[in-house]
Each structure stands twice: as C-alpha cells, then as structure tokens.
C-alpha cells in the first residue's frame, strides 16, 4: 500500500498550486464582484493546458488518470469555485462524454479543440420536470432522414452562456423509460439551439448557468453519442466519473479554509489571548481536519479505484456526498471562527460558505447520493 | 540557433534561513529554479521559438538538482544537462564552476548562452562573464531587451535603473535582469512532456578534469545571520530638546552628520 502522490502528479500539483495562488487568488475578489472571469485567467488557464485536463495526450489533452486530476482539482478547489467550475464542468461532465463514449470522429472533430479551451464543453440533462427525477424528460428528438429533429428544453446549464458543444440527453423512445432515452453531441450553432439569459445565482459568480431551448433543432446522426437508447447509462456513467473530482475540489475548498481560520484564530486577540487558546475553538480546528483527512483519503482511493477500472458506483455517491458535507460542515465552522469578518463579503470565507452550498445539490443530491448507495447496498447484501 | 542556459538550484526565496554550525541548514527547505535564471530559460524558449534551434539547460551540483532542470524542460527546453560534481569536489565557487561549465561548452559551438544576472544565494554575479572570457566570447549583463537579426543582437541593459542600448555579435553571452520577460508555468502537458525529453548526467571524468584543477579558490571563513533589527528610540521632552538630542544622536551614535 502507497499513500505517496507519483513524483510527476506532485510536478503537476506544485505547478497549478503556484499559478492558482500568484494568477487567479490574487483576482477572486474581482471575479466576485463583477460575476465574470477576467479574460488574461481564462487565456493564461488555456496556456496552462488545463481544459484538456480528461482528454487524453493523442487529442492534444494533458493524458492523466482520475488521481492526477484529483490532485490538479485539489488545488483548483483552493480559488474561487466559480472559477474552478468553469474549469471543473468542462472538463468534468463537459467532456468526458466525448472521451469515454465518443467514436474516433468525434473524437478527433472535438477534443482537440476542446483540449486547448477553444471549444468549450456542457453538460445537459436537467430538465424543470426531470430533476431528481433525471428519467423524467421532456425533451424528444424524433428521427428525419439522416438527423434529428430535437425539442424542448433544459435549466441550469452550467456553462450554458459561453459553451460551444453540450452533451444532451433527450427522449427518443418514450415507451422503453430511462432505455428510450439517447445522449447527442449539439453544438451551438445547429439550426433551432438558442441559449437562455444567465441565471442569478446564490454563489459560483463567475460560472453562468442558462436555460436552453431545442425547436425542430436538427442534429446529424453522426452526432448521436454511443447507441440509441443508451443516453441514460451514458449520463450515469458520466456523473459517477466526475463525482470524485467534485469531493478533490471540495477538498482543496476545506483545507483553504482550514488555514484560514488557524492563522485567524492564531492573531484574533479575546480576553487578552488568541483565541486559537480557546479549547472550544481548538475543537471546532480539530474536527475540521478530522473531516478533511477523511475526505482526503476517501477522494483518492476512489480516484485510485477509477484508475484500476474498479466498480465505482456506491463509492463515487459516497465521495460525492461526503464532500459536500464535509465542504458545508467546515464552511460553517470557519464563518463561526472567523466571527463577524466571516460574514463580511470583502473577506473571502462569506464567499466560500455560499458556494459550499450548491454542491449538496448539483450533479445529483445529497439525498440522491444516498439512494444510490443503499441501492447498492442491497445488491452487495441481499 | 545552438542556445544554453546555465541555471543553478537555490532556496525558495520563501524560506527561512537557519544557521548551524556554521553552515545553512537544508534540511526540509524548498528549492527553486534561481529566479534570475527562469528569465534566462524564458528568454532563450522564446528566441528558439521564433528562431529555430534548440534550448539546452545546463546546471552543476548534486542529484537533487534533477528537479530544477525538469522544470526547465517543462517550461519548454528541449534538452538538460547534470554536471555531477557530488563525489568528485566538497566545494565550488566562482572559480570551479565557471572553469566546469565552459569545459562542457568549448565544443558545442554555442551561438548564445544565458544567464541570470546572479544567483540569490551567492550573489555574486560572477559565473556567466568568467564562462565568456573562458570561452573568448562576447558578453553583456543584467539585459532587460534581446532582438536578434542575423549575427547581430540589439540589447538593451539595465545600468542602475538606467537603461543602456547596445548592439553585439553572435557568438554571445547573456545575463538577464528582472523585466527581461514573465517566465511561463510550466504547463501541464508540458510537465508530461518532460518526463520523456533526455536529461543527460555527467560527471568531472566526462570532462576530462582533474579535480584538483577546479579546487575552489576562495574559502568560506564564516557564515551567519544579519543582526537583529531593534526597535527604533523615541525621543521624548521639549521638542527644541529633542531637536537638540537628534542632533547629537545623528552626530555621535549614528555617524551620519
């Protein structure tokens, strides 16, 4: 058993540690404000090679497997989280569809551009009716000759606003259920795609999310991706791979609030003494750490375990969940630290605790987490 | 177009330094590409890329310093160098690793070598210009501006925050001054690349040195750390009083008036 990081993922670690905390740390309070990422950060992260962070080294990618890119979403997590969710949702949901089910013309067609940040990658599944309820679509895509006519629609589509290819899932048999469902490669410019207005959000500035909206849009068959009927497996298979780099970026989130609140509490003079002297205080360090090293070691054994090809379901929705718990519990901890300054918007823990928020809601509930795992439970042990 | 760059592993400039025995401690301390020397590699990835070639990067001391030339490969150079002096000598200075360093360039027809303007360790600022006299070539230090026509190479150099244009001829050595350019990450594909890019380890025997022939010519008599800043005086009383002490302060303790 080795719990060491490979020398060249540690390589890849120190340098996205230096470029989040010299480059894009020092403007999070810009991103904040104006709710966009400054384009000299988007530019510099393309140089950086990070949006081809899943797509492998023959499509120009950077070719690591899912430890190397819970490391480089460790450190990502470490900066705004709208910043690492632009990053984060096309390179997560965004494009692994392509990578894992795409065929070799889809292949070379889109990652390659997709790798260098020209091409941006979504995700779209969510519909107003088909939430939690992901097999509850609306959206149909009827067969016409040598394509597709699609209909209907889908919300809080990240990336929806800057995106150039969504990966969607639509119904093309509506007797056969979660079977009739088939996943499409829809770039923006098809004839009937339009984007919705941005979002008003709670967190994640800087990351927009939009409606979108299919009337009669006409998608080639070529670009059906995998087989008919098989859309549902493939949004399955594409959540579950991105859910350990959700619990990585969490992870990066935690720790930076972690140091945080210790170099606060060292320097928060109460009572004549740090309040880090406090034996409460002390408490409320410990069990964030305790937290974020069992966070630590669940992340990378699952992401360990997606790199031996290991079944990774129940796994996957436990990292996923105990993420975004161990991300909330911590936020909390670090604004009751903090104090006063923690609620201040011009200090960055206010903006952490918004943003731990969505992540017990997106790319599957917490509660949708637990579903899957005693699902699980009960084909492990009955 | 045939570039070097000479780069040396020093302390992260973030480091605390500890003196023991009197000797600076190591132990746990972070090193780094001497940040001098990441213009110099900057400079020379750039001048290749518009110019053909090939960038090799050039560093003396022990195993450890495998890291900094990985780095330097990922930021783009095509090939790396080890000079292994470990075994062979306990000290280098100035001397020893200028008179190494043009052994290992005398026949590599080199049409431009790069620098940092000094290490911030040493700070000597020593080793690029004794490489060029070793060599019999040109040199200009502290350059903040390199363009390349031809042979000839326009330069502009920082003279004491003061700026000096001048013009020289390939072949030519260069030391590069902050402001030259703003070295790249080292990207992450670039990092994958690097793992594959040849890194080339030599030692004195390569060479054809005798180890007595680079003994350090200087000595390290003592090391240690500047004195403590003290907190300043205030002076209290009637201000012409004060006026008065500050006079004779500045005349008899500080020896400034």
Aim: hydrophobic share 40%; net charge negative; aromatic share 6%.
């Amino acid at each position: 058993m080795d719990f060491k990081l490979p020398e060249d993922i540690e390589f890849l670690k120190q340098s996205i540690r230096d470029f989040v905390d010299n480059e894009v740390d020092p403007l999070a309070m810009e991103i904040e404000e104006k709710d966009e990422i400054p384009e000299k950060i988007m530019n510099m992260s393309m140089e950086m090679g990070l949006f081809g962070l899943s797509i492998p080294e023959e499509y120009g990618g950077v070719g690591i497997g899912m430890v190397g890119k819970c490391a480089i979403y460790e450190e990502l997590g470490r900066t705004h989280n709208g910043y690492t969710t632009v990053i984060g949702a096309h390179t997560g949901i965004g494009s692994v569809g392509i990578v894992e089910m795409g065929n070799s013309e889809q292949k070379k067609k889109y990652l390659p551009p997709m790798a260098r940040g020209e091409m941006i990658g979504a995700f779209a599944l969510t519909e107003p009716s088909a939430g939690s309820h992901a097999t509850n679509l609306k959206t149909t895509a009827v067969r016409k000759g040598d394509k597709y006519i699609l209909n209907g629609s889908k919300h809080y589509i990240t990336n929806a606003p800057i995106a150039d290819i969504f990966t969607v899932m639509a119904v093309t048999d509506p007797s056969k259920g979660a079977k009739g469902i088939t996943s499409f490669i829809v770039e923006k410019d098809f004839p009937g795609f339009t984007v919705g207005k941005k979002e008003k959000k709670m967190g994640l500035h800087g990351s927009h999310s939009a409606e979108i909206f299919f009337e009669d849009c006409e998608v080639p068959v070529e670009n059906v991706l995998g087989q008919e009927g098989q859309g549902y497996v493939n949004a399955l298979k594409i959540l579950a791979n991105g859910r350990a780099g959700l619990a990585a970026r969490n992870l990066g989130s935690c720790d930076k609030l972690l140091e945080m609140s210790i170099q606060h509490a060292n320097t928060r003079i109460q009572f004549g003494k740090p309040i880090f002297e406090q034996q409460i205080i002390q408490h409320y360090l410990a069990d964030m750490a305790l937290d974020i090293e069992a966070l630590r070691s669940m992340t990378y054994r699952v992401a360990w375990m997606v790199d031996q090809e290991m079944k990774v379901i129940k796994e996957a929705a436990m990292v996923k969940l105990l993420g975004s718990e161990v991300y909330n519990r911590v936020a909390d901890k670090a604004v009751q630290i903090h104090g006063g300054i923690g609620y201040i918007a011009e200090y960055p823990v206010e903006r952490f605790y918004r943003d731990a928020r969505i992540t017990k809601i997106y790319e599957g509930t917490s509660e949708i987490q637990k579903n899957i795992i005693a699902a699980q439970l009960k084909h492990e042990y009955l | 177009m045939n570039i070097f760059v000479l780069v040396k592993r020093t302390f992260d400039t973030e480091e605390k330094i500890v003196v023991t025995g009197g000797a600076i401690q190591e132990d746990g301390a972070e090193f780094i590409i001497n940040p001098y020397d990441e213009y110099a590699i900057e400079e020379a990835i750039q001048v290749r890329d518009a110019q053909g070639g090939e960038v090799t990067v050039v560093t003396l001391g022990g195993e450890d310093a495998e890291k900094q030339l990985r780095t330097a490969l990922a930021m783009g150079a095509d090939k790396a160098v080890l000079i292994n002096t470990e075994d062979d000598l306990d000290e280098l200075d100035q001397f020893s690793a200028a008179y190494i360093l043009a052994e290992y360039l005398k026949d590599k027809e080199a049409d431009l070598i790069l620098g940092g303007n000094v290490a911030i360790d040493g700070g000597s600022g020593q080793v690029g210009p004794r490489v060029a006299e070793l060599l019999g070539i040109n040199y200009v230090t502290t350059i903040t501006k390199l363009e390349i026509d031809g042979k000839t190479v326009k330069i502009v150099r920082d003279v004491e925050g003061d700026s000096e244009v001048l013009e020289a001829e390939l072949p030519l050595l260069v030391t590069a001054q902050q402001g030259l350019n703003e070295p790249r990450y080292p990207s992450l594909p670039g990092i994958m690349k690097a793992k594959k890019k040849p890194l080339e380890e030599l030692e004195l025997d390569d060479l054809d040195i005798d180890e007595d022939d680079v003994k350090a010519k200087t000595t390290t008599v003592e090391i240690y750390l500047p004195a403590q800043k003290v907190a300043g005086r205030v002076l209290e009383g009637d201000l012409s009083d004060q006026v008065k002490e500050l006079v004779s302060l500045l005349h008899s303790e500080a020896k400034v008036v």
